[in-house]
Antibody
C-alpha cells in the first residue's frame, strides 16, 4: 500500500525553529515528487512547493519562497518542511502528498496524502 | 493565493444532483487537467477526480467531472449525507516556473 505518514503535532513559540517530516512507503520514493500544502484554521488549501527526492530538485510557490525550506533524505524515504523562525501566522495544518501523472502532457494529480501535521505557534 | 474560483457553498436534499463550478485561466485549467479533492470534516483531503473526469478506485460513480476551456465542474448525483464536505478543484499552472493551484473551496451541505 502506498502511504505517506507525517510526524506528530507540534506546539512552538514565536522565533523557534521547526522541521516536520513525511515518510513514504510502498513505492519508489525517489521516483515521485512530494508536495506540501498549508491549511490555516478554517481556511482553504494553499500550495507551498514540491521536491523530487531523486535529485532534490525543489520548487516553491512565490508566497512561500524564503519563508520555508523543503528538503528530502532519500536514504530514509522522508521529505521535510522546515522553518528557521516561526511566527504566529504559521499556525496551520500541513499536508504532504505524492505527485502523479504525465507531467509533460499537463496531467498532474496528488495522491495519496499524509494525515497532516498540526503546527501551533503561540507565546 | 487561490487563482481558481469556486462558489463558497452548495446544498441539496438527499438524492438531488449538485454541481460545483471552477473557473480558471489559460495558464492553468486551459493548459492542464483538472483534479477535485474532497475534504471531510477533520480529515486530510482525498483525491476524488483526476485528469478532468477520471475516478480513482473506490470513488462512487455518483461523482463526475468535466472540463471546457478554462472552466471545470464537479457533479454529485444522488446526493448522500456522507457527501457533506469541502470540495476543492486544482490544476497545475504553467506560469512562474510551474506551481499547483487550488480553488477557493466549496462547502456542500446536505439538507
Amino acid at each position: 500500500e502506498v502511504q505517506l505518514v507525517q510526524s506528530g503535532a507540534e506546539v512552538k513559540k514565536p522565533g523557534e525553529s521547526l522541521k516536520i517530516s513525511c515518510k513514504g512507503s510502498g513505492y519508489s520514493f525517489t521516483s515521485y515528487w512530494i508536495g506540501w500544502v498549508r491549511q490555516m484554521p478554517g481556511k482553504g488549501l494553499e500550495w507551498m512547493g514540491i521536491i523530487y527526492p531523486g535529485d532534490s530538485d525543489t520548487r516553491y510557490s512565490p508566497s512561500f519562497q524564503g519563508q520555508v525550506t523543503i528538503s528530502a533524505d532519500k536514504s530514509i524515504s522522508t521529505a521535510y518542511l522546515q522553518w528557521s523562525s516561526l511566527k504566529a501566522s504559521d499556525t496551520a495544518m500541513y499536508y504532504c502528498a505524492r505527485r502523479n501523472g504525465d507531467y509533460a502532457e499537463g496531467v498532474n494529480w496528488f495522491d495519496p496524502w499524509g494525515q497532516g501535521t498540526l503546527v501551533t505557534v503561540s507565546s | 493565493q487561490s487563482v481558481l474560483t469556486q462558489p463558497p457553498s452548495a446544498s441539496g436534499t438527499p438524492g438531488q444532483r449538485v454541481t460545483i463550478s471552477c473557473s480558471g485561466s489559460s495558464s492553468n485549467i486551459g493548459s492542464n487537467t483538472v483534479n477535485w479533492y474532497q475534504q471531510l470534516p477533520g480529515t486530510a483531503p482525498k483525491l476524488l477526480i483526476y485528469s478532468n473526469n477520471q475516478r480513482p478506485s473506490g470513488v462512487p460513480d455518483r461523482f463526475s467531472g468535466s472540463k471546457s476551456g478554462t472552466s471545470a465542474s464537479l457533479a454529485i448525483s444522488g446526493l448522500q449525507s456522507e457527501d457533506e464536505a469541502d470540495y476543492y478543484c486544482a490544476a497545475w499552472d504553467d506560469s512562474l516556473n510551474g506551481l499547483y493551484v487550488f480553488g477557493t473551496g466549496t462547502k456542500v451541505t446536505v439538507l
